[in-house]
């Protein structure tokens, strides 16, 4: 997302195109391991329309994605403690299909979950997913 920092939930950046960003490799039937990611508007102004998704390598892990936290824009101080395993549904793997995410005034964060599971994998990488997204707003 344009102007949208991707942090860990301990505030580490989450670079993309990077290998091992956001998971550690795995080994096929590795158990299915879940991954915070804040989404913090680190624009001069508002994100709206926001929507993220995932470029999926079907021959990675089974990668899905969830807005967490009710979908609420928090404060950028708010700190999300252990925060619970939402729902998921479909796959999103386009803008259209994409998740909506809360507009998020200046310095405000939402967060998302990505869930792994390599118990079908035909590769260890399934690092290949990548979340992608898109908003309207100031770059």
């Known amino acids: 997302m344009s102007g949208a920092r991707l942090l860990t939930l301990a505030g580490?950046?989450?670079?993309?195109?990077?290998l091992g960003n956001l998971f550690t490799d795995c080994a096929v039937?590795?158990?299915v391991t879940y991954a915070f990611v804040q989404v913090v508007n680190a624009t001069t102004g508002a994100l709206t329309g926001s929507r993220t998704w995932l470029d999926v390598d079907?021959?990675?892990?089974v990668v899905n994605l969830a807005v967490a936290d009710g979908g609420v824009?928090?404060?950028?101080?708010?700190?999300?403690?252990?925060?619970a395993v939402p729902?998921?549904?479909?796959?999103?793997?386009?803008?259209?299909?994409?998740?909506?995410?809360p507009?998020?005034?200046v310095g405000q964060k939402c967060l998302i979950c990505?869930?792994?599971?390599?118990?079908?994998?035909?590769?260890?990488?399934?690092?290949?997913?990548?979340?992608?997204g898109q908003s309207t707003g100031p770059a």
């Open 103 to 105: 507009d998020l005034a």
């Open 29 to 31: 039937g590795a158990p």
């Open 73 to 83: 824009a928090r404060a950028g101080s708010y700190s999300y403690g252990s925060p």
């Open 58 to 61: 079907s021959a990675g892990a």
């Open 114 to 132: 990505v869930r792994r599971d390599p118990t079908s994998a035909t590769t260890a990488y399934p690092e290949r997913n990548a979340i992608r």
């Open 87 to 101: 729902t998921f549904g479909a796959v999103p793997t386009s803008y259209a299909a994409g998740l909506s995410l």
């Open 12 to 18: 580490a950046d989450i670079v993309g195109d990077v």
